[in-house]
């Protein structure tokens, strides 16, 4: 069965520390991949995307992720965090077309 | 705000009952998802509506069903309750060719308690 891993299930960071969050999925084929966040009390909404294209994707608010297809890989990275990137962050694929996989999030606290 | 809403908020219910949670989906989207996000098994694709229509099925129950109305909104049905069915139950919308690589839009979530 396909699978998206995020290894990290609780990050606690001070302001200003870089962020990397791994995301790992199982899929052998083509693949839309995605960062959805949220935040306390909110819905869950769209950091980035990657479905073709350059591998580095920019999202809102800083955050970048890396699509390595050797390594079935797409980590969020963030250079410098704020008390404001609290939230719990979620990895998604899209796979074969019409599946959709979220892997089990990873909740950020950043300290101020 | 997502421009998705969810009704209600919270249900409360019995083991063995049956439950309705309905989704509005933002002005214009035509395809609506289920999620289904517990402690244990994360956040999980259940099903897609396109325009009235399922378009993809992941992992829901036999005894979930879903459809989508003339006016776009959708409602899931929950029976022969379990306590194990106890979680928090989100839509999402996209935009209109409904492909998965659209961004979705994702509403409050219902959350269901199963007692």
């Known amino acids: 069965a396909q699978s998206v891993s995020q290894h990290n299930h609780h990050v606690i960071l001070s302001e200003a520390a870089s962020l990397e969050l791994g995301c790992n999925y199982s899929?052998?084929?083509?693949?839309?991949l995605f960062w959805y966040v949220q935040y306390p009390g909110q819905h869950l909404q769209l950091l980035l995307k990657?479905?073709?294209?350059?591998?580095l994707v920019k999202g809102i608010k800083g955050f970048e992720a890396e699509f390595i297809k050797s390594k079935f890989s797409f980590n969020l990275r963030k250079p410098s965090v704020q008390w404001s990137d609290t939230a719990e962050y979620f990895c998604?694929?899209?796979?074969?077309?019409?599946?959709?996989?979220f892997g089990t999030g990873t909740s950020l606290t950043v300290i101020p | 705000d997502s421009g998705v809403t969810q009704t209600p908020k919270h249900l409360i219910t019995a083991t063995g009952q049956r439950v309705t949670l309905r989704c509005s989906p933002r002005?214009?989207?035509?395809?609506v998802y289920w999620y289904q996000q517990s402690l244990d098994q994360g956040l999980q694709f259940l099903i897609q509506?396109?325009?009235?229509?399922?378009?993809a099925k992941g992992n829901i129950l036999e005894r979930f069903s879903a459809q989508q109305f003339p006016d776009l909104h959708s409602e899931l049905n929950l029976s022969s309750l379990e306590l194990g069915d106890s979680a928090l139950y989100f839509c999402?919308?996209?935009?209109?060719?409904?492909?998965?690589?659209?961004?979705?839009?994702f509403g409050p979530g219902t959350r269901l308690t199963v007692l």
């Open positions: 999402a919308s996209s935009a209109p060719s409904g492909a998965f690589y659209n961004e979705q839009f």
């Open positions: 899929y052998g084929g083509t693949v839309n």
């Open positions: 990657y479905f073709s294209g350059d591998p």
């Open positions: 998604a694929v899209n796979a074969g077309g019409n599946q959709f996989y």
């Open positions: 002005s214009g989207d035509l395809s």
């Open positions: 509506y396109y325009n009235g229509e399922e378009r």
